[in-house]
């Protein structure tokens, strides 16, 4: 009779390579069912959905772990087939700021571990998304002999280097973020920058850092006709068009875009429409909360009739905003990696962007888009109107743009994040990155 095999944990010198059964992500202080544009949610939640679904695809099961901000919130959503997002009550069952919710990370731990209990379920993995998300999966290490990834989408060294006094980072999460390059037993970084940045910068050893950039829907994101686009949005065939998509967040440069429209306003060419899509409206469809100091510094320079903002929108319409425009805009101080600028590059549309980041490898530079220095207003005025009245030079933009960025896939992108989970559940912590990592192959 042959032995049975083996079914015990993986123990590191033995390849028994048994395959994954299942994983969690954890996302603490968003959600990656919130809606795109508000508060706190943007390019980070597109992530964690797409990921955990295109992980479940490819016959990984995933739970995804966010704070409850709602009384009403049930326990469990599912997204996709294979994938649950589970509300954790810590603290109080309501939307808190992320200053507020380090001290709640021990009972959200402690919560997560419950929750396992209950369902009878083990993960092989544990993939953090933020620093707030990274120290929860730490202490969750009291309860789970679990390795796991950290994921920081931005760091605080990153951002205050950008960020004006302000809008400076917290010392705890400066620090938190340096303990974690130790605490990890792997490190994902979006971009060679960021890469650089974790080892060079802030020290976290070489051979645990695995570059793998974000994906894109390509299905999702893809070229629609322009001219039955503007009709349902409401936009004459002939206006110019410049696209902004993100939260309203200092980070994004939001200002700098404002500056330029007013100097473009000064053209003897029409003066673009900027459509500005993300924030909030109130009851009467006028800007409200942040989004509203967005339309006060418009109307300072003059330009308030030339921005109309719609407001958060749900994913699956933002390939027809993308396919209205002329051009997209980012004039982000940083970007991890630029989703806005693949989704839209995605749809056939050129992109005019910061030389920051992601942006610097996702853009390539007088191919699929123009880059210009953060925060130069008269740069990026020059760039858009070359874009907007260059019709040949706007073609051969739009002709380049989606097969540029082919490359990242979702199957491709979380086919190379499972192999870092696979790596770390058969006991590695050496060499555990893809053999060919997707921003080298698109180079």
């Known amino acids: 009779m042959s032995p049975a095999p083996y079914a015990g944990p993986t123990v590191f010198g033995y390849e028994t390579d048994l ?65 649950n997002v589970v509300a954790i009550t810590a603290g109080p069952p309501a939307p808190l700021a992320k200053n507020d919710l380090f001290p709640l990370l021990p009972e959200f731990a402690t919560e997560m571990a419950l929750y396992s209990l209950r369902e009878g379920v083990r993960y092989d993995a544990l993939h953090a998304h933020y620093w707030l998300s990274g120290w929860a999966a730490h202490l969750a290490r009291r309860y789970w002999d679990t390795p796991f990834v950290q994921m920081f989408h931005t760091t605080a060294h990153m951002k205050n280097a950008v960020a004006g006094a302000d809008h400076q980072e917290t010392d705890l999460r400066a620090n938190t973020e340096r303990r974690l390059l130790a605490l990890a037993d792997s490190l994902i970084a979006a971009n060679p920058d960021e890469r650089a940045d974790l080892v060079w910068r802030m020290g976290a050893a070489n051979d645990k850092v695995c570059t793998i950039p974000p994906g894109v829907d390509l299905d999702l994101f893809r070229p629609h006709d322009k001219a039955a686009c503007r009709n349902r949005l409401g936009l004459a065939p ?92 980012v004039p982000s101080r940083y970007e991890s990696f630029g989703l806005v600028a693949v989704e839209a590059m995605a749809c056939g549309v050129p992109v005019v962007a910061s030389r920051v980041g992601g942006l610097k490898f996702t853009v390539e530079e007088d191919t699929s888009g123009l880059l210009v220095s953060w925060g130069d207003a008269a740069a990026l005025a020059d760039a858009l109107r070359r874009v907007l009245t260059d019709d040949a030079l706007r073609a051969e933009l739009s002709a380049a743009a989606r097969p540029s960025v082919e490359r990242f896939s979702w199957p491709s992108v979380a086919a190379s994040v499972r192999h870092v989970y696979q790596r770390l559940a058969n006991g590695h912590r050496r060499d555990l990155c893809h053999e060919e990592e997707i921003f080298r192959e698109g180079a």
Do not use: W
């Not at 597109?46 to 995933?62: D, S």
């Open 238 to 329: 002939a206006e110019p068009v410049v696209l902004f998509c993100g939260r309203v967040d200092p980070i994004k440069g939001i200002e700098t875009l404002v500056e330029a429209t007013a100097l473009l306003a000064h053209d003897d060419a029409p003066a673009p429409t900027v459509l500005f899509v993300g924030g909030a409206l109130d009851a009467t469809g006028e800007p409200a909360g942040p989004l509203a100091e967005v339309a006060r510094q418009a109307a300072s320079l003059g330009v308030r009739d030339r921005f109309r903002f719609v407001g958060s929108q749900p994913q699956d319409d933002l390939p027809r905003f993308y396919s209205a425009a002329e051009v997209v805009v």
């Open 19 to 83: 395959p994954l059964r299942r994983v969690a992500q954890i996302s603490v202080h968003t959600s990656p069912l919130a809606a795109l544009g508000g508060t706190d949610a943007g390019g980070m939640n597109v992530y964690i959905r797409e990921l955990a679904c295109n992980l479940a695809r490819l016959g990984l099961p995933v739970d995804v772990f966010t704070r409850r901000t709602s009384p009403d919130q049930p326990e469990v959503t599912s997204p996709c087939e294979g994938v």
